[in-house]
């Protein structure tokens, strides 16, 4: 079975290396510092996840986003957004979906384990499966 391809747009290198680090052992990662030459990536190797920072320089990612959406082609790509901003705790859960269908949304700075429990989880629900939650004893 071919390993799914994950897009990782950010300026930082440092978030990008760590991000290579993290996923390449079971993914194909695909890289960006900048909106336009991710778009490009995009539309030309169409991943399966795109990992987009919402204060990309050129194109951001919720511009970013909102394009792949809108594509007829490129619209089951699952999305999930990064940033510095820390979200504030009286947004509503889907805060960061609206306008852009985002699958999910991560805060800086990412812990490994988490990025891996996010990707997993958008495969999942896109699978149709939902991620395993337990359940207490009675």
Known sequence: MPCAKILI???SEDFLSLCRETLEEKYEVLASKEGT????????RKPDLAILNIELPGLDGLELAK?????KILKNTAVILVSNVVLDENLPDGFWRMGTEA???ITK?????RLHAQIQSVFLKRSGRTPFKPTGYL
Do not use: M
């Open 109 to 113: 700075p990412v812990d490994p384990a």
């Open 9 to 11: 747009a950010d300026a």
């Open 67 to 71: 394009r792949i959406k809108e594509s």
């Open 37 to 44: 030459e991710a778009w490009n990536i995009i539309e030309s």
């Open 103 to 105: 699958d999910g949304f």
